[in-house]
Every structure is written in C-alpha cells, then in structure tokens.
C-alpha cells in the first residue's frame, strides 16, 4: 500500500476542493512518550510494530501557517529562516507536501513556528506534520475528524498521530495493511499535579534520525524481539497508573520502557548511543534523588536531553537541583 492510496481513502474527492483564499493556521503540541513507538512493521506508511502512550506538551509545540502561492516552488520557513529541502526534515516535508498537490504546479507558502528546539530529541516534527495536517484541512475544508487527520499526519512522521490532542494519547498499532485503524485516541484521564521537565543538556543535532536508529535496532539488536512484550506489559501498567493516580508505577515504568529502548540500541550494529556524557550525569542524579526519596524519574527519546516527571508537590526541589530546567504542567495550561 503507497501512501497516495490513503490520502485517496481519506480524502476521495475531496482532494479536488479549491484552496480557501486565506491564510489557514493551526497549533499542534508536541509529544512525549512515556512508552515509546520503536521499529515499524511498514516503513512507507510508518505502520508500527507496538502500540505506544504519550502526553502532549500542551503550548510547547509548532504553529503553522499556509497558503497556496502563485510561484514555481514552495517558500517555506521554520523560526522565520527558510528551511534547507535538502535537510532530512525538508526532504520528507516536501514529499508529505507532493501527496497533496493535486496539480505540479500548486506550491505553498509555509511558515513554521515552533517553541521546541529543533532536532534535540524533543520530536518537533511531530508537532510539525499534525500542524500542518490541520492546517491544510482548513485551508482545503476538507473537514476531517482528529482520528482521520491522525492517520494522515502518521504519514509524515508516525508519532506525529499522537500529536492531535493535549493530554494522554494511545497511539494502537493496527493491523490492517493500509494502517487505517492505526491512529491516536485521546485517553480521557487528567492529572493536574504531573510535571514534565525538560532538562536540555546538549542542543547539537542528533547524530542518527530516529528513522534510520529504529530502522537498523529491529534489523540488528539481538534484544528486538523482546520489545513487543516488554511493550504490551508497560502499556497496560502506564495505563493502570493513570487509572489509579499512582505515580510511582507511571515513572517507573515510564522510565524503564525509555532504558530498554536505548539498550536495545546499544546492542544493535553498529552501536548507537544518544547518551552524551551529561546526559548520563542526570540519569545518575536522578537516581540519586530517588534514594534520598524525591519521586523523580525521567524518560530519553533519540537525543540527549532528558524528559523529567515528578509530581507538583515537589517542584521547588527539583527546580533547586537542577538549574535552567524548564517545568510543564500539561494539564493545567
Ligand atoms: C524515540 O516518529 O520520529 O520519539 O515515524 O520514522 O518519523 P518516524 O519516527 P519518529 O520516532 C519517534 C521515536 C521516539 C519514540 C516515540 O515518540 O514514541
């Protein structure tokens, strides 16, 4: 299945609507999985092996704004600086773009503007793809649901489907071949007292894409096959943790599923590591923290910085320990 043949299930005729003669702009949040989506059973419509569970950052995320221009090629631009179509994020922005040019000669105007930094690991690209999803059902009034523009935004970038609502997001892998039934769903619980810091301790680009680190951890990590299992019993304990409230079992599973995800890299070949040495300096101070009794625990995507979670009651001790952390309350903004 190519990915034009899900915009042509979703969209039918639609695809044919005229632009709105308006600038269309919308907001996505970003996304952090608690656990995560790692190694895909079709590469083409990004089709995971697991399913997998964030939280959306709630304003930490990308606004976009767009519009059809008269001109031979897209003008787009991310933080106002015209975006590189050679860089991995504008050659898969330009070919998501492709799948929605009915005519060759349809070009865009796209001006992106995100809170997050780039490429740290902190998944604007997520925020990106299901901004831009929403904007173009605006400007093309196509009038999809979230679940409809979930798919369509996995088509970009696949945690991106988790980006289309605040709060807990399941994201259900599916079974089917076109991957119609493998999207995000809003989990209906909230949780006022949970923090999310963002400890950023080294802003370089990330070495390898997530894209090509999964890709070579199910090709070569001895471990992978134990991953869907390890998926399915932490998917049920996170959810029973929001269920209960019971926060130690959400970071500690949280955190547990992260440290697999990145032993599972190590292991692969070659080796890949997102650990930089500050990085590791955390994690030991959060372990430290924890024996001195602070329910601090953190969780680590395809980048260096840590993601922090602990609850409100203890938020002027971790801001004392670590300083310049940025602290999110995702249900209360
Ligand atoms: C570590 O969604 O960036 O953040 O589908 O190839 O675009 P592609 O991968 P991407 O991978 C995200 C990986 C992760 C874990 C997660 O968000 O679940």
Redesign the pocket.
Known sequence: VKKADVIHAILAERIHNAPQPIIATAFAPT???L????G?RD?EL?L?ETS?L?ISLAEKGTTTAIRVIDNSLDNILFNGKPIDPTSTFGR?LLAFLDLFRTKHSVHFYIDFTSNIPLAA?L?S??SGFASIVLALNQLYDWQLSLQELSILA?L?????C?SLWNGFVE?EKGCQTNGMDSHGSLLPMTWPELCVGLLIVNTHEKSI???EA?ERTKASSSFYSLWPDKVRVDLALIKEAIRAYDFSLLGKTAESNAMN?HAMMLSAWPPISYFQPETIAAMRDIWKLRQEGLEIYFTQ??GPNLKLLFLQQDLLRVKSRFAGIEVLQPFLS
Do not use: E, L, T, V
């Not at 970009?156 to 991106?160: F, K, T």
């Open positions: 996304n952090i999985a656990c995560k989506y790692w895909k590469q990004n995971p997998s964030s898969r690991g998944a690209s997520a996995r970009g970038s696949g945690s991106a988790r994201w894409s997530s894209r999964m995800m995507d395809a």
